[in-house]
């Protein structure tokens, strides 16, 4: 099974956490780590690899972190750099860690990789525009449905 570590700034990897959890109940090889004020760099790296070593089981881990650019998302490259089957992915959303909790023990971890990639792009919506859209094919077809 593909490892996960989820990381991000301040709550935002206990509070993906805490609703995954909510969603696909507790999860084995899937860590989630906070970079919190009274973190360095340096310390958040040492755990992020620490991470690695808990979660990996042979079929390779991915981390998935909050901003890219920002310092979870930059030391996790520094790791995939040097760390053999390791991927990342940053911008993450609820959707991709629920999904990824799902779907890494039936897939490669280039297969998870591109099926996260997938799922943000469609878990991103304009919800006016659906909605407007709902109503204009209801209008067309000539079902009111109480509209």
Known sequence: MIG????????FASGM?????????EQKQMVFIDFTE????????????????EVDSGDGVLFLTDIPGGSPANRALNIIMDTPKTELLS???????TNAAFE?????LSELVE??????????QDMRKQF???LQAEHETGNKNGL
Do not use: K, W, Y
């Open 104 to 108: 890494r023990e039936e897939c490669s």
């Open 132 to 134: 407007e859209a709902a």
């Open 115 to 124: 099926a996260l990639l997938e799922i943000g792009a469609f878990s991103l």
């Open 38 to 53: 009274t973190l360095s760099t340096d310390q958040l790296e040492i755990l992020l690899r620490q991470a690695v070593a």
């Open 4 to 11: 996960i570590v989820v990381s991000g700034h301040i709550h």
């Open 17 to 25: 956490q805490s609703a995954m959890q909510a969603i696909a109940g």
């Open 91 to 97: 911008g993450v959303n609820l959707p991709m860690i």
